[in-house]
């Protein structure tokens, strides 16, 4: 990454910092009871809600790796995009309000909670726990080490650190995610996400205003792109640069997997009042829209730019919005965007490092039928356990952990969402097919995805796929194929009686 | 009915979507593009689905279903393309300007307009849970 070492840019970052210490500080007084800890003591608005899980959902990704991913492969890229145009309402309607009112019913405070209530067994949600934890510490590692990349960007640690600056910026990002997190839990985490996720649009759309205004509008920015000899019109091509395969694969994993995200599903949890779930599709949608205007924008712009002769050619495509926020952006809205850049970083680390907690503090050993006493207690100290747990192994395993990060949103949708999404809507799938489908989607996905990326062992065969399937396309395939098979195998025979309140929940 | 409906498309395009991604045929792709837009709709219509009925959704999501899977019909029918609309490839401006407004605003028109939590329904509920916290 460019250095972004610059006097305001520090200071900006500084105070970023400072505001979401000070959010932790005033959350600690609020943090009482597990449930504090866990959902926010369930007093979430809507609009907040749809803010914070969109701070939730977009990593540092959207801001820096989907420009970079628009530079390298064109506008196929966008086909990640696309679906959020419906997921916002797909959630509320095949998710959010069945886990709200399980909520009602039921101590839910996780996602595993809520698979144990529905179908009532151990091994399932002990399934989902595990497949969560895994996932977990890879998404957090990858977090955790493009924090301290940008740390040791924007503070210049390379300078005063020497060989340790990204030790040194990985530990200045994990103290404070660790001061607001352990002591503030979820209360924290919520409105430090409501911070940062409204760092994170206003941001997105300054710099969005810029990448029009420096490529003279879209139109100038597509014939620049379209006359270069080095890009050529191939890149404003939906196949142009990536397989059809890869294209719809993009589209298919981000519209329906989202459905098994536990860090966003998680947020659903905290609603005040389950009737105010008839905006969240529109507040969490235009959130979501919002934000992935800096990912359009910066996406088309650079090349555009570089096809113009305003920028060198990147060495690395995800040099793209680092590059094009210091030479085109005023350094006020540049400062705003390292803010949000950072606040895209942190609002899914904290969510992580909770579910990871939550993981091995109540769901692991619920799905064993024990109960941890003083849940409070052991829960902050899991979290700092999982944190530290997921650093360690980010430095250890640098390159393991952000091949392991790069899938974990595919692993978590293949494993989660078909058993969410159908069967909390339909009261014939079984435990058995929901744990089916669970270890399907986890192992599936694990093992195609390594397959496809190792370099580790070259003796190892390439996943028999054809050119641009994704592993997480398959699998999520599967994992659905799967659960549907195993309750139509099993039939009425296999169909557990639901609870009375289980039953009404699905009903309403 | 409606979940019916829903259960059988998702039966018929969890399994082609797999073929699809795991077998290497051109004529492979359109059903891929066929199961990936139809999937989400199904999935919406099985979640809004009450005693087996849309509630007057039916209309809305066949729109949906018609402007996603058309949509990417096109997208792949378009040689390079297609022809420039706005100064832009007119695939891309279906991906800008069809493909997530149009969804977005259709949805959650619709989820807002068709949202039923009445608070009867509510309260048998919150009933329910302490009745059997009762219990336990």
Known sequence: MPILHRPFLVATALLYLLITLLIGVWALRRTRTPRDFWVAGRGMGVLMAGIVTMAAAFSGFVFLGGPGLTYRIGVASLFINLPIGFTSALLGWAVAKRLRLLAEVREVYTIPDALLCRFGSRTTSGTAAAAILVGTVSYLGTQLLALGRLLESVLGLRETAGPYSLAVGVAIGLAVLLFYSVGGGMVAGVYTDLFQGTLMMVSACAVFWYALKAGGG???????????????????????????????????????????????????????????????????????????????????????????????????????????????????????????????????????????????????????????????????????????????????????????????????????????????????????????????????????????????????PKPPLPPGALPAAVSLAASFTVLLAVTAWQGRRGEAPLESDIAAVMEV | MAD??????????????????????????????????????????????????????????????IVLAGSFLALLALPHGGPDVLGIPLALALMLFVLVPVPFVLVCWAYAARFEMRDEDLERLRRLGRLRDGKD
């Open chain 1, 218 to 460: 879209l139109s100038g920015i597509a014939s620049s792109i379209a006359g270069s000899p080095r890009f050529g019109r191939q890149l404003l091509e939906p196949f142009g640069r990536a397989p059809v395969l890869t294209a719809l694969g993009f589209y298919f994993v981000f519209g329906v997997g989202v459905l098994g995200q536990p860090h966003m599903l998680h947020k659903f949890l905290m609603l005040k009042d389950p009737r105010r779930l008839r905006w969240l599709p529109l507040t969490l949608g235009l959130a979501q829209i919002l934000c992935l205007l800096i990912w359009l924008g910066v996406g088309l712009v650079v090349p555009a730019l570089v096809a113009q002769g305003r920028l060198p050619a990147l060495a690395q495509p995800d040099d793209a919005a680092p590059l094009f926020l210091l030479h085109f952006v005023p350094e006020i809205v540049t400062g705003l965007a390292v803010a949000g850049i950072l606040s895209a970083i942190m609002s899914t680390a904290d969510g992580f490092m909770n579910i990871g907690s939550a993981a091995l503090v109540r769901d692991l050993p619920k799905a064993w039928g024990r109960r941890v006493r003083r849940e409070l207690l052991w829960g902050r100290l899991a979290t700092v356990g999982v944190a530290l747990l997921a650093a360690c192994l980010a430095f250890l395993y640098n390159d393991l952990i952000a091949l392991l990060g790069t899938f974990a949103f595919g692993t978590f949708a293949a494993a989660l969402a078909p058993a969410l999404a159908v069967g909390l809507n339909w009261k014939r799938v079984t435990a058995t097919a929901a744990t089916a489908s669970i270890a399907t989607g986890t192992l599936l996905n694990t093992g195609l995805e390594f397959l496809a990326k190792q370099t580790f062992f070259p003796s190892l």
């Open chain 2, 4 to 65: 019916r409906t829903a259960l059988l498309l998702l039966s018929l395009c969890a399994p082609a979507a797999l073929i699809a991604f795991c077998v290497d045929a051109p004529v492979l792709r359109w059903v891929a593009a066929l199961a990936v837009t139809t999937f989400p709709v199904a999935l919406i219509a099985l979640g809004a689905a009450r005693g087996g009925r849309l509630q007057g959704l039916r209309g809305p999501l066949l729109i949906l279903w």
